[in-house]
């Protein structure tokens, strides 16, 4: 089966650790066929771990990167750090950004950096702002895919999980403005043991008419790139899926889960 890796930081993310040179080896080494590098558009000078990313030079970046390793296929994407409250200047990004592929991403819960002190202190908040900053998010229809869909789990004890129902509002969002859902791989590197959104989620965004699934490790080291995606397209597979989604230009490209 033809693979790929389709969330991917390099050293243009102020927390990725590794260059795209070091992505691309590792990438080659590891059989994918193809990669889409997604370092961070931050919106929120506030934030301490805010980075302006220079976006002429990372795409030329990667472009430069094709020549050197022509057996890869090598696609520029990026990871949109959603906020409603910055909604309009997100979108003008996006409108005027070239890239191949756009994930949109919720990182921010009440105006701050999800982060597992504020998750523990006020876990029920957590998930019901969360789930409305991801409903603005799916029904915005500005991104090819969401990324990591049950993110606030990665910071909690499971104990402190919603039901799979409380995400129907977003899932109905996602089906209606055609927006897909990425299977994010860090979950199985963290300890989780199954991928962001659960398997339960992927399921019911199937069987409410959800057709575009993407696969992503969100490594920030190169050593991870690749890892666990034959897994996530399992879980994609038992899910309902006969196709994952790549991406040229904004426009998808089917590859047959076999
Ligand atoms: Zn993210
Ligand atoms: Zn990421």
Same mark, same amino acid.
């Given at each position: 089966?033809?693979?790929?890796?389709?969330?991917?930081?390099?050293?243009?993310?102020?927390?990725?650790?590794?260059?795209?040179?070091?992505?691309?080896?590792?990438?080659? $080494?590891?059989?994918?066929?193809? &990669? %889409?590098?997604?370092?961070?558009?931050?919106?929120?000078?506030?934030?301490?771990?805010?980075?302006?990313?220079?976006?002429?030079?990372? #795409?030329?970046? &990667?472009?430069?990167?094709?020549?050197?390793?022509?057996?890869?296929?090598?696609?520029? @994407?990026?990871?949109?750090?959603?906020?409603?409250?910055?909604?309009?200047?997100?979108?003008? +990004? /996006?409108?005027?950004?070239?890239?191949?592929? /756009?994930?949109?991403?919720?990182?921010?819960?009440?105006?701050?950096?999800?982060?597992?002190?504020? %998750?523990?202190?006020? *876990?029920?908040? =957590?998930?019901?702002?969360?789930?409305?900053?991801?409903?603005?998010?799916? @029904?915005? @229809?500005?991104?090819?895919?969401?990324?990591?869909?049950?993110?606030? +789990?990665?910071?909690? *004890?499971?104990?402190?999980?919603?039901? *799979?129902?409380?995400?129907?509002?977003?899932?109905? $969002?996602? =089906?209606?403005?055609?927006?897909? &859902?990425? #299977?994010?791989?860090?979950?199985?590197?963290?300890?989780?043991?199954?991928?962001?959104?659960?398997?339960?989620?992927? +399921?019911?965004?199937?069987?409410?008419?959800?057709?575009?699934?993407?696969?992503?490790?969100?490594?920030?080291?190169?050593?991870? =790139?690749?890892?666990? &995606?034959?897994?996530?397209?399992?879980?994609? +597979?038992?899910?309902? !899926?006969?196709?994952?989604?790549? !991406?040229?230009?904004?426009?998808?490209?089917?590859?047959?889960?076999?």
């Amino acid at each position: 089966m033809s693979l790929s890796d389709y969330h991917i930081h390099s050293t243009f993310s102020a927390d990725g650790c590794d260059s795209i040179d070091q992505i691309c080896e590792q990438a080659i $080494n590891t059989g994918l066929e193809e &990669i %889409c590098i997604t370092d961070h558009f931050d919106f929120e000078p506030e934030d301490l771990v805010y980075h302006q990313l220079d976006v002429k030079q990372y #795409i030329a970046a &990667i472009q430069s990167a094709r020549s050197r390793y022509p057996s890869l296929s090598i696609r520029v @994407g990026g990871e949109f750090c959603y906020q409603s409250s910055r909604r309009h200047e997100i979108a003008e +990004k /996006v409108r005027t950004t070239p890239l191949d592929f /756009v994930l949109g991403s919720v990182h921010y819960v009440d105006g701050r950096l999800l982060l597992p002190s504020q %998750c523990a202190a006020s *876990p029920v908040r =957590v998930w019901a702002r969360y789930i409305e900053e991801a409903t603005s998010l799916a @029904g915005a @229809g500005l991104f090819d895919v969401m990324a990591h869909l049950d993110l606030p +789990k990665r910071y909690m *004890p499971a104990s402190c999980r919603v039901e *799979p129902e409380a995400f129907v509002p977003v899932l109905q $969002n996602l =089906v209606e403005t055609g927006t897909g &859902i990425e #299977i994010n791989a860090s979950g199985f590197r963290s300890g989780l043991g199954e991928p962001l959104p659960s398997l339960a989620l992927l +399921k019911m965004y199937r069987s409410m008419g959800g057709e575009v699934v993407t696969v992503g490790s969100d490594a920030h080291r190169a050593i991870h =790139v690749g890892s666990h &995606i034959k897994d996530c397209l399992e879980l994609a +597979k038992a899910a309902g !899926f006969t196709h994952y989604a790549r !991406f040229v230009e904004r426009r998808i490209q089917w590859v047959k889960i076999d």
